[in-house]
DNA sequence: CGATTTCTGATTTACGTACCTCAGAAGTCG
DNA sequence: CGACTTCTGAGGTACGTAAATCAGAAATCG
């Protein structure tokens, strides 16, 4: 049987109470009191039963999110497993409200922050936008104690205690191999595209698989990188463009979103070989862009991992307990044709 | 306010009893008087505080985990992590027991899963041989109403309630394609390599591999398969043999483990370009390999991963609630020197 | 040394649910 | 209609921990 606090006192020979203030490091024990129990509890292997002690604090941990009111394909995912999070927290006494936000609006972003802090919940997980007024509001939430994640896009130099999602320079390094050795001696330049290089993501990832294109494949032309602004139709019109200026067009790697577009022009393309593509994140189009070979890889980050994720490490931070940090470790999914999910 | 029980009662007009009896489908609820009572729950989203009502039951879920006692390094991390889910379980009023048994031995699994049985735990995980003998004997337990969950790999045709595991078909396949489209058109045979045709998941492997190879590259001359036995001293000894035969060797896919031998067999492969290697779960020899680039790729699951799942899932049939399906499906983790973690 | 403050221990209540007992109400049957 | 069964309500205890209250012990101070 696991041994609970009534055995640890009477183990220590004291009281209830003083046991639960050594627990609780409350004080009002003498140090040599506090051993007796310390020992007591090594001695019988006590843990304290988290869910005993929960529902006698009528502990209810509060989080709230705060996403940007972006409409493609994978921040709808986003909120959705933020949703159906909230849905399952219900069981377990935590409470997640959701803020929306205007997409890569700092000063929003800053006022959502701000808004957080007055409610005083028990953490906060937001997309951050890399700029200092975010992160002086993020670090005066850490100083009043409440926890705060990044998700998907970190904040660089904050105190937050965790960023959860994936390393954005090893995803771009990643696409460039690959790209790089489907390629193999198969001439012509390689297009960059990206959303918006004042995104952190994108700036990332673009720099990592420049990085390994210049590193491994010197040999290959890299065309300037193009902005699609995430936007489909730009971001079609961006490559219909490349196909025309360069016939020869070996591979292309999207680090944003708008794929849909991408994925049009390609259909549009005449007679000879298409490029080599490499894009970001699954979506209904990536995926069966994919699954019809239009596309050769997707890197995605699985936002209900991310979600998850954050929640985990929210409510670790909120009663001081550990994660397991292999968990946390959010991973780039490499899919290809043959391991769809 | 979360509502609460009483507060059911209070609304529905009935006793605590009687909701109680609703709650948990005891008897002695007339039909007119269960509706009120389910109509009160739907009106103030009522949702059962699981913590509160495990701790009223004393319920403590007992789960058996039955692992070979295989001294690869993959095993060995499996059981840590066993290992140290037991340790967090503790605080969760779960208690996880191992049995270790010799491994690719059927007698000596369907007598575990016997001895399991007669511990009558809620659920049993197990690394399943596919034997006519221990799906018996799986479906036995499942039929004492205890939960069974196959781990790494799977039993065809049995009744376990889930796989905590990766598609090895789908591995083989993604293998076939990254090795096909690194080859390019690089000339020289491929040699496939498994530790024993025996067991399911190289088969598998080798399977999907095959496939693609066929379909994809036909023109790639595949060697035949040669078993290592998972043994490093073995593999080692047919790798070499290998390059002495093929001194053209293209590509080696390893679908299983002893792993070291072929790495070291590779070093010691005197001038001309090394062949394309793809090997299976990132150790510690295969990631030193990889990112001294003397391997491609290494494809892997997470033994981490799969362990919770299991748990996870043993955990949710144990008490009838549902699993979030996507987090349960465990990924081909593919790396690169680029993404290792 | 007595008065005061600081520690320490014992006891009790509460959290939300499960489950038990018992009494009495409502319904069923002959 | 009475005897019977089936429902329902009231009330209690239990689970393991947190936290409050109060009383008594020890230490500190003037």
Known sequence: MKPTVHDIAAHA???????????????????????????????????????AANLAKGR????????????????????????????RGLRERMSLATQDVPAFDVGALVAALERAERERPDGVAFVAIDAPEVRAAADRLMEQGIAVVTLVSDLSGSRRVH?????????????GTLL?????????????????????????RLEG???VMAQQFAARRIL???????????????????????????????????????????????AGPRPVVIVHELTGATREALSRE??????????GHEVRSAIRVLKAEADGSAVV?????????????????
């Open 13 to 51: 020979g004291v009281s209830l109470a003083t046991v639960d203030r050594v627990l609780n490091g409350r004080a009002g024990v003498r140090p040599v009191t506090r051993q007796k129990v310390e020992a007591a509890i090594e001695a019988l292997g006590f843990v304290r039963d988290v869910a």
């Open 60 to 87: 209810v941990y509060s989080f709230v999110f705060i996403l940007p009111a972006n409409d493609n394909s994978f921040m709808q995912n986003l909120r959705a497993e933020v949703r159906a999070a909230a849905e």
């Open 163 to 175: 960023f959860a999602g994936i390393d954005n320079i090893a995803a771009g390094r990643t696409a």
């Open 180 to 204: 790089g050795r489907f390629l193999g001696s198969r001439p012509g330049p390689v297009l960059p595209l990206a959303g918006s290089l004042m995104v952190r993501d994108h700036r990332e």
């Open 209 to 211: 698989f420049g990085a």
């Open 224 to 270: 300037p990188v193009r902005e699609g602004r995430d936007d489909p139709a730009e971001t079609g019109r961006l490559v219909e463009e490349a196909l025309r200026a360069h016939p020869d067009l070996a591979g292309i790697y999207s680090a944003g979103a708008g794929n849909r577009g991408l994925i049009r022009a390609l259909e549009a393309q005449g």
């Open 294 to 303: 239009r596309i050769d890889c997707v890197l995605n980050q699985d936002a």
């Open 325 to 341: 940090a292999a968990q946390e470790r959010i991973r780039i999914d490499i899919f290809l044709k043959d391991n769809l999910p």
